[in-house]
Nanobody
Framework: QIQLVEAGGGLVQAGGSLRLSCTTS????????MGWFRQAPGKEREFVAA????????NYADSVKGRFTIFRDNSKNTVYLQMNSLKPEDTAAYYC????????????????WGQGTQVTVSS
């Protein structure tokens, strides 16, 4: 069993940038597909981005393509989400997720979740 701890959330003005990080412990990081999801108040949790075990393949929600970048450093057991050109509609709690199975993660049912970090974008 692994533990996921997110960091890097905060308040930023529209057009600004933030970098989220998710550090894992208790498992073999490179065995897991990693992803980011978000949940805004009153809305369902939605997929944001995912990255393969080696980092060679990434996938993004249409709403963040070209603005967000997911990458990982397997030597540091950490996955990142670089968020640029932020918009008020990006405001949400952002959750890190991990699963050995990419389909299960992409379907929003990963085995492991982080506790979430809040991102607030002001207009």
């Amino acid at each position: 069993q692994i533990q996921l701890v997110e960091a890097g959330g905060g308040l930023v003005q529209a057009g600004g940038s933030l970098r989220l990080s998710c550090t894992t412990s208790g498992g073999t990081f490179s065995s897991y597909v990693m992803g980011w999801f978000r949940q805004a108040p009153g809305k369902e949790r939605e997929f944001v981005a995912a990255i393969s075990w080696t980092g060679g393949s990434t996938n993004y929600a249409d709403s963040v393509k070209g603005r967000f970048t997911i990458f990982r450093d397997n030597s540091k057991n950490t996955v990142y989400l670089q968020m640029n050109s932020l918009k008020p509609e990006d405001t949400a709690a952002y959750y890190c997720a991990a699963d050995p199975n990419v389909l299960r993660l992409r379907r929003g049912r990963p085995i492991y979740w982080g506790q979430g970090t809040q991102v607030t974008v002001s207009s």
